[in-house]
């Protein structure tokens, strides 16, 4: 029997904002066209893609993926590197968690290079662009 829980894709503040974004750094892709990619990669699999500039609606998501996922591949963006509420939330999640970054935050300013969601991820994707979501 296949799982028929859906994979989460979260995605944190500003990445609304991709496409126009510093496009140096991430690139001139949006997250709309991301979407799109992420769905035909999952195939006929169910993924709820979701983005906001909230942390208290990211951490909601959590909790609803906690109850009705199989997976969470989030992008908490800035979040990655300030909050703990979000990392306690992750840790309330059983099955598998991906942390992603389009841009290699372990080459960029040193704020960047200590997320508190690496400290839950079963694996992390960082600096292929939006390749990675795929």
Known sequence: ???????YVLNGPNLNRLGRREPEIYGKVTLAEIEARCRNAAGNR???FRQTNSESQLIDWIHEASDLGSGIVI???AY???SIAILDALKM????????HISNIHRREEHYHHSYVSKIATAVVAGLGPDGYD
């Open 1 to 7: 029997m296949t799982n028929t829980k859906p994979i």
């Open 46 to 48: 169910g993924i709820e």
């Open 75 to 77: 992008n908490p963006a």
């Open 80 to 82: 990655s590197f300030t």
């Open 93 to 100: 999640f059983a099955g598998p968690i991906v942390e992603l």
